[in-house]
C-alpha cells in the first residue's frame, strides 16, 4: 500500500532535496534572500520617494535577484560539493558586500542606513568564517565601502558631503573590525573543539582497543586543560582497574579450582570395582575434565587482556611450531623466509592458533587449510571443511559465551574465538569470519610484518 505524501512536503523535497547538508545550505542561502527581497523592496521606496535613480536602482535589484538565483543554483545542482567550501560562505558574502556597496553609491540622501546591511552580512558569516576569511572579507568590506565614499564625495559633494563620509567611515572601521574578531574568536573555538573532538574519539579507540588510559600529563590534557579531558581518563582508568581486578580475580578462582578438581578425579578414579561403579567414575571424569577445560579458557582469557604485547615473532616459524605433527591440517600458502611481526607476544598469538585449529576440528571437518600472506597486511588464515556458520551470527560468535544452537551438545565453552578476538585486538588486529563452501574460514588480519628482523 502506498503512503500519501502531502503535496507540500514533496514540493519542499524538490525545493530542497532529501540530502540533509544540501538542505541546511540552501536554506541559508534562502535567508539571505529573503534579505536580498526586503532591501529590493527599500530601494523601490527609495525610488518611488525620489531619493534613488531609477535606473541604478533597477539595476541593482536585478544584479540582487540574479545573484540569489546562480547561488541557487549551484547548491540545488550539488556542483558546489566540488568545491573546498561547499557551503559557498566567502563568495556569497563578497557578493553581498559589493552590493552594499553599490546601494551605498545609489542611496543619496539614506546612504547613511547602508551600513547596516554590511554588518548584517558579516554578522551571517560571522558562525561560518575561519579567521583567515574573516580577516580578508573585513578589510574587502572597509575597501568597497571606502573605495565609493571617496568616489561619491569626488562626485557628488552635496549629497555626500566629505566630513560626513570620514565619520561614517571611521564608523565603519569601528563596526566591520569588532564583528571580525568575533569571527575569528569563534573560529578559534571550533576549531579547537573540533580538535577535542577528533583526539577524544581517537582516545576511545585506544582504549576500547587495548585499554590504553590518557595519562595524566599527556599532550591532550596539559595542553588543552580540558575537564572532559580529566573526566574520560579517570573513567578510563577505573574501568581499566576494575578490568584488570575481575581478570586477577577469575583466574585466581580458576586457579584455585583446580585443587579440588584435581581431587575428585582422584577419588573417582579410586572407586572399588563394582557393578554400576564404571559408568559413574567415567561420568566424574568426563565432567571434572570439563571443568578443567573451561577453566583453562578462563585463565587464557584473562591472559588475553593482560599479557604483555612488546616482543617481537616469526610468524612463519609460528605457525610450524603450533603446526607440527598435525596430520588433517595442510599448509597451502607460505613465506618462504621469515615474516617478523612487531610489537607482539608469541605466547598470546600461539594461543589463538591453537584456538582456533581446536575449534575448527572440534565443529569443522577435515582437511584444514592454514596460510601465512604478508604484503599490505598481513594475513593468517584457517578453513575447514565443515558445515560453515550462518552469515547473520559472524559477530555474535566474537563474543564470550556465544555457541552455534547445533553445537550445544557438544564439549566447549564458548571463549575460543573471543580469546582470539581480544589478542587480535591488543596486536592492533581484527577477525574476520566467512563462509568459503564449503566450511569457514577464519582470517586474522594483523598490521605489516618485515622479512628483516627488527633490531638487525
Request: proline residues 6%; contains cysteine.
Amino acid at each position: 500500500m502506498r503512503h500519501f505524501v502531502p503535496p507540500q512536503g514533496s514540493l519542499l523535497a524538490l525545493l530542497l532535496t532529501s540530502d540533509a547538508g544540501q538542505s541546511l545550505r540552501i536554506q541559508r542561502s534562502m535567508l539571505a534572500s529573503i534579505v536580498y527581497i526586503v532591501c529590493s523592496g527599500l530601494i523601490v521606496y527609495g525610488v518611488w520617494a525620489k531619493v534613488a535613480r531609477p535606473l541604478e536602482s533597477y539595476l541593482l535589484i536585478a544584479a540582487m535577484l540574479l545573484a540569489c538565483g546562480i547561488f541557487y543554483g549551484v547548491l540545488r545542482s550539488g556542483w558546489n560539493q566540488r568545491l573546498s567550501d561547499p557551503s559557498l560562505t566567502m563568495p556569497q558574502i563578497l557578493v553581498a558586500l559589493t552590493l552594499c556597496a553599490c546601494a551605498y553609491g545609489i542611496a543619496n540622501q539614506g546612504h547613511g542606513g547602508m551600513l547596516m546591511p554590511v554588518a548584517l552580512v558579516l554578522v551571517f558569516g560571522v558562525f561560518n568564517m575561519s579567521q583567515r576569511q574573516a580577516l580578508f572579507a573585513s578589510v574587502y568590506a572597509l575597501l568597497s565601502l571606502g573605495s565609493v565614499m571617496l568616489y561619491k564625495t569626488l562626485t557628488d559633494p552635496l549629497v555626500y558631503p566629505p566630513h560626513l563620509q570620514f565619520a561614517l567611515f571611521l564608523m565603519a572601521m569601528t563596526i566591520v573590525p569588532t564583528i571580525a574578531g568575533v569571527a575569528a574568536t569563534l573560529s578559534k573555538m571550533r576549531r579547537r573543539i573540533t580538535v577535542q573532538r577528533i583526539q577524544l574519539g581517537a582516545a576511545m579507540q585506544r582504549f576500547r582497543a587495548n585499554g590504553e588510559v590518557p595519562a595524566a600529563h599527556s599532550q591532550e590534557i596539559s595542553q588543552e586543560h580540558d575537564p572532559l579531558w580529566q573526566q574520560f581518563a579517570e573513567l578510563a582508568q577505573q574501568r581499566r582497574d576494575l578490568e584488570e581486578r575481575r581478570s586477577m580475580m577469575l583466574a585466581a578462582i580458576s586457579h584455585d579450582l583446580r585443587s579440588p578438581l584435581g581431587r575428585i578425579r582422584l577419588a573417582a578414579e579410586l572407586l572399588p570395582q563394582a557393578p554400576g561403579v564404571d559408568v559413574r567414575r567415567e561420568a566424574i571424569v568426563r565432567n571434572v575434565g570439563v571443568a578443567n577445560r573451561l577453566l583453562t579458557s578462563f585463565i587464557d582469557m584473562a591472559r588475553a587482556d593482560h599479557e604483555p604485547v612488546a616482543g617481537r615473532v616469526d610468524l612463519r616459524a609460528l605457525v610450524h611450531d603450533v603446526t607440527q605433527g598435525m596430520t588433517d591440517l595442510v599448509l597451502v600458502e607460505l613465506p618462504n623466509q621469515p615474516h617478523w611481526l612487531l610489537p607482539a607476544s608469541a605466547i598470546a598469538l600461539e594461543r589463538a592458533l591453537h584456538n582456533l585449529i581446536d575449534n575448527a576440528n572440534q565443529y569443522g571437518a577435515p582437511p584444514l587449510e592454514l596460510g601465512l600472506r604478508c604484503e599490505a597486511h598481513t594475513l593468517l588464515w584457517l578453513r575447514d571443511h565443515g558445515p560453515g556458520v550462518d552469515p547473520t551470527q559472524f559477530e555474535h560468535f566474537l563474543q564470550p559465551f556465544t555457541r552455534a544452537e547445533s553445537n550445544r551438545l557438544r564439549p566447549g565453552t564458548g571463549l575460543g574465538l573471543a580469546i582470539v578476538q581480544r589478542t587480535l585486538t591488543r596486536h592492533g588486529g581484527r577477525v574476520v569470519l566467512m563462509n568459503a563452501d564449503p566450511g569457514l574460514r577464519v582470517e586474522l588480519h594483523l598490521p605489516r610484518c618485515e622479512s628483516v628482523e627488527p633490531g638487525y
